[in-house]
């Protein structure tokens, strides 16, 4: 019987996968692939941002090229402040409904922390679409609090694996590398990786080396989330599923994810906006948002279907 790690079992549950038999070639991912070099505070030369939105490179070389050479973002200094920090809003598949919900998080390393959840009501429909005046709705919710002492944890104990590949094996079981089932296992890895944990700019770049390796991935141009940032669209298509993440390529940063489904009951299966990740003194008040990330103008898209740009 297979023994899978605590994250991967908890990304299988949650994906509700039944795995298919068969072969896939499985990227290489480098050991102790190189991290950016760039200074603290200072944003990639422009050279590295048009690199990887250049028609001609595949989505692999495209996300290595961003992992080496992103820059570093103004938390990646706070680190020794007493608490992460992480606003995020999410759509979750229920039993025959979308459950919509905001999400502001405070976690300390010895496990306590608050989460302060505003949820607007579901959607009676799995077949729906986020969109901008869902996210209005967050506002107008009573906030709901709720206090850990000991027991709020991150998806992965720090520190985390410099090498991609040891990291790999902790997001994505890698007895499962050969079923169709496991480019979408180890990219919903890195996406609950994300959306649990503050991530440095050294983890950033291990995280993106990983994705880099996930079977399958694609590119899809530039493409905006809900909040209206542009970054970087990649698709992945497996076990049914269709999973579109945006990618800011200046700092690395995970800024929104999405999986819709096929099969019996197609529709959205889940939908994440990461709004800020900081870290603070100050138990339940928010830091200071941090600056609108650049737009750029649009590229040319490589061929095939562009991934959803309502993520």
Not at 1 to 30: D, E, F, K
Not at 100 to 128: C, K, M, N, T, Y
Not at 159 to 184: I, V
Request: aromatic share 4%; net charge neutral.
């Amino acid at each position: 019987m297979l023994r899978l790690t605590a994250p991967a079992r908890r990304v299988t549950a949650a994906l509700g996968s039944v795995l298919l038999t068969g072969c896939q070639a499985v990227p290489a991912i480098p050991a102790n692939a190189p991290h950016s070099s760039a200074p603290g505070g200072k944003p990639p030369a422009a050279t590295t941002t048009t690199a990887a939105t250049a028609p001609g490179p595949t989505p692999q070389q495209r996300l290595t090229t961003i992992a080496t050479a992103i820059g570093m973002v103004p938390a990646d200094g706070t680190t020794d402040l007493s608490y992460e920090y992480l606003h995020l809003q999410r759509w979750t598949r229920t039993s025959g409904a979308i459950r919509r919900e905001d999400l502001r998080r405070w976690r300390h390393p010895d496990g306590s922390g608050r989460e302060v959840f505003r949820r607007a009501p579901d959607v009676r429909s799995i077949d729906h679409q986020p969109s901008p005046k869902d996210r209005t709705l967050f506002a107008q919710a009573a906030p709901t609090t709720t206090r850990y002492q000991g027991d709020l944890h991150p998806y992965l104990p720090k520190p985390l694996p410099a090498d991609p590949a040891a990291l790999a094996d902790l997001l994505g079981p890698p007895e499962l590398a050969a079923e169709s089932a496991y480019p979408r296992l180890l990219t919903w890895g890195v996406v609950n990786l994300t959306t649990s944990q503050y991530l440095d700019h050294n983890e950033r770049s291990t995280a993106l080396h990983v994705l880099a390796a996930v079977p399958g991935i694609e590119y899809g141009g530039q493409t905006p989330d809900l909040a209206g940032r542009i970054g970087l669209g990649f698709r992945v298509v497996a076990d049914g599923s269709i999973t579109t993440l945006v990618i800011d390529p200046a700092t690395g940063e995970l800024l929104a994810a999405q999986e819709r489904v096929a099969g019996p009951r197609p529709g959205l299966f889940s939908s994440v906006l990461i709004l800020q990740r900081d870290h603070t003194d100050a138990d339940g008040v928010p830091p200071e948002p941090a600056p609108t990330p650049l737009r750029w103008m649009p590229s040319p898209r490589l061929p095939g279907p562009p991934p959803s740009t309502t993520c």
